[in-house]
T-cell receptor, first 114, second 113 residues
């Protein structure tokens, strides 16, 4: 089954404790993105990757890091989480570049930073 | 800049009622337009899309027409079901090699029997 998986689905942590949210897709997609969803703001892009070892900032990259060492994986790293990073996070992938491409979303990771 | 504006929710309807969720956009170039749906506890799924002016996207009884003259992409369904209860997001996809969607704030729809 074609899918995007994320782990963990739920995470509660404390300020400053480094964490990683994993994302993996089995569709051989070149393009992957991370979004955060906040009430009243919709989804905003954090980082994206056009291929292995090629990443770039989205609209809200501060406080986040990513890496793309393999085509299927695109982890999101919070080196020193803060309470304003409490949010619902989604990983997405798509087959090709361009504005018309459908993006496939993972189930989401709900992060709470206390 | 590029942005998407959706009508605020929640929208509450009885089963079999007609649904309209308004969406307008501001964009440079020639964006594609999408409606995504998020069912409780799940990620977003593509509901329909349109890639150029006057295109109509349709799926599962939902329709939306890309109107360049009014910069709109309103979502409609003739007869909603309880199972349509979800959050609906309008989004635009930028042209020019980007792989990015710009989302509206989302509209929650609740359908009662």
């Amino acid at each position: 089954e074609a899918q995007v998986t994320q782990n963990p689905r739920y995470l509660i942590t404390v300020t400053g404790k480094k964490l990683t949210v994993t994302c993996s897709q089995n569709m051989n997609h070149e393009y992957m993105s991370w979004y955060r969803q906040d009430p009243g703001l919709g989804l905003r892009q954090i980082y994206y990757s056009m291929n292995v070892e090629v990443t770039d900032k989205g609209d809200v990259p501060e406080g986040y890091k990513v890496s793309r060492k393999e085509k299927r994986n695109f982890p999101l790293i919070l080196e020193s989480p803060s309470p304003n990073q409490t949010s619902l996070y989604f990983c997405a992938s798509s087959r090709r570049q361009g504005g018309g491409s459908e993006q496939y979303f993972g189930p989401g990771t709900r992060l709470t930073v206390t | 800049g590029n942005s998407v504006t959706q009508m605020e929710g929640p929208v509450t309807l009885s089963e079999e009622a007609f649904l309209t969720i308004n969406c307008t956009y501001t964009a440079t170039g020639y964006p594609s337009l999408f409606w995504y749906v998020q069912y409780p506890g799940e990620g977003l799924q593509l509901l329909l899309k349109a890639t150029k002016a006057d295109d109509k996207g349709s799926n599962k009884g939902f329709e939306a027409t890309y109107r360049k003259e009014t910069t709109s992409f309103h979502l409609e369904k003739g007869s909603v079901q309880v199972s349509d209860s979800a959050v609906y997001f309008c989004a635009l996809g930028l042209s020019g090699g980007y792989n990015k969607l710009i989302f509206g704030a989302g509209t929650r729809l609740a359908v009662h029997p």
